[in-house]
């Protein structure tokens, strides 16, 4: 069997070679990272967060970090926390834990809360132009960094009172 090439300009293409696929989000993210918006530290320490596999135990190890004086790190633990399987009782408690380190950590920012359900929460930061900067997320798909509109939010609260 040969070996068919291509011309791609002034250089030979081999097209039996396999390249190995990288997922959408590692094609965007070193998208962003060329552009210069994000900081290659900041990539880095994202892609090697552990997942933990149930919600009592990354409350834990978002507990054991806070404790430890990483709350960028909890924060980060519990962003990654899957709370679809949790129990009411284990959402509570994890909505409880990021609240406390979210006001620890934004609570002189005038973060704003944004709850999606039991288990579900955003924190975001006024980034102006009625934008909002998303600054620590709970059981969401959403980013830190994310820009979102005010006014499509509903049950916008005050991180300081009633979250």
């Not at 970090?65 to 990483?70: E, F, K, P, S, V």
């Amino acid at each position: 069997m040969t070996t068919a090439t291509l011309a791609e300009g002034n250089r030979m293409v081999d097209t039996d070679v396999v390249r190995p696929s990288r997922s959408l989000e590692e094609l965007v993210d070193q998208l962003f990272a060329a552009m210069g918006f994000t900081d290659e530290t900041e990539t880095q320490v994202i892609e090697t967060q552990v997942v933990e596999t149930t919600p009592a135990r990354s409350i834990h190890e978002a507990r054991r970090l806070r404790q430890a004086g990483d709350v960028d790190g909890a924060l980060g633990v519990l962003a990654g926390a899957d709370m679809g399987q949790a129990e009411p009782k284990q959402a509570r408690w994890a909505f409880s834990e990021w609240r406390g380190l979210v006001r620890r950590r934004f609570g002189g920012l005038g973060a704003l809360v944004y709850s999606q359900g039991t288990g579900r929460a955003a924190a975001l930061v006024p980034h102006g132009d009625g934008t909002l900067e998303v600054a620590a997320v709970l059981g969401m798909r959403w980013r830190p960094g994310k820009l979102v509109s005010e006014r499509s939010l509903r049950g916008l609260r005050p991180l300081a009172g009633g979250a």
